[in-house]
């Protein structure tokens, strides 16, 4: 087996603060010194306590009489091995830092993005960007859920959904990504929407839909999203995306399993009284519903 290269021994000899003047001086010159520096110091927040210190010190100096009669069995070399694994993985981990939002059931959540670009999240929405390199070349956004989006013009900026993207250079937008659905509103500018190896540009006053892999377009009137005053409002969509919009706004389940959750819905419900938001949906669909307890909702054919 060949032996780690010098640059191994180095880094754990720096790690442990054991190079001398002159090695110290040209490693301080070289040009990933500041990074490992970097990586360095965030690791010393992960130093055990001065008094668990004490302890494995204190069983270090029981145990060393035995070293003279233990074969040693990892070689010095390997020690250099292990100190450019940690630092390769501290960088790893710097690099791909991540910076989340989530919001609540039946919550909006404002979010103000690095460049000043704004979004806000629907119910039970999930988003976050990788902080390294955000805003350089361009700004990347991955969501799960519902968020509306106003984009400071600047680099290409991408809302990101699993094979599912938005890209856009300044605009305002609405993006929905659920389980077999994807919808994107456009409410000022244009916006490029893809979607498997399917794309599509549209502009202000139009939507594109995705339902299971096939790209639907129609116009909208609207300025912006209902649901950011309180009501949701939905035009020739599947039940079974009305249902998940509602267990989002109340924190409730709705079983589905005996209905046709493939019917399509046009209509709109309150976010302020579940009650409401039921009938509303459900009467006008000819579809009874029952509390099985506070939290859980049936649904069945009249």
Request: aromatic content about 10%.
């Amino acid at each position: 087996m060949e032996k780690p290269d010098k640059t191994n021994d180095l880094l754990a000899k720096w790690v442990s603060n054991e190079l001398s003047d002159s090695e110290l001086e040209a490693f301080e010159k070289s040009k990933d010194y500041m990074l490992y520096k970097t990586i360095l110091e965030g690791t010393k927040l992960l130093e055990v306590p001065e008094t668990d210190r004490e302890k494995l010190f204190d069983r270090i100096q029981e145990d060393k009489h035995k070293e003279t009669k233990v074969k040693r069995l990892i070689p010095n070399w390997a020690y250099g091995v292990a100190a450019s694994v940690a630092l390769i993985f501290g960088v790893a981990l710097f690099l791909n830092q991540k910076i989340s939002y989530e919001s609540d059931f039946g919550e909006q959540l404002a979010v103000t993005l690095p460049d000043g670009s704004e979004v806000l999240l629907n119910a039970k929405s999930k988003l976050y960007y990788k902080e390294q390199g955000w805003g350089e070349e361009q700004r990347n956004v991955f969501l799960n859920g519902e968020g509306y989006f106003i984009v400071k013009k600047g680099s290409t900026f991408t809302v990101i959904s699993g094979e599912k993207k938005v890209s856009v250079l300044g605009t305002q937008f609405n993006v929905i990504t659920n389980s077999n659905f994807f919808e994107v509103s456009c409410f000022e500018g244009k916006v490029k929407v893809e979607s498997g190896t399917s794309s599509k540009i549209i502009s202000k006053g139009e939507r594109v839909r995705d339902i299971d892999n096939t790209l639907q377009y129609d116009e909208i009137k609207e300025h912006n999203p209902t649901w950011i005053h309180g009501e949701s409002s939905f035009s020739s969509i599947p039940l079974s995306q009305v249902i998940i919009a509602i267990e989002k706004q109340y924190n409730v389940i709705i079983k589905s399993e005996n209905i046709d959750q493939k019917l399509y819905y046009t209509g709109a419900f309150t976010h302020d009284n579940l009650q409401n938001a039921l009938h509303t949906v459900f009467d006008a669909m000819d579809i009874k519903f029952i509390f099985i307890d506070n939290t859980t909702i049936e649904l069945s054919e009249e």
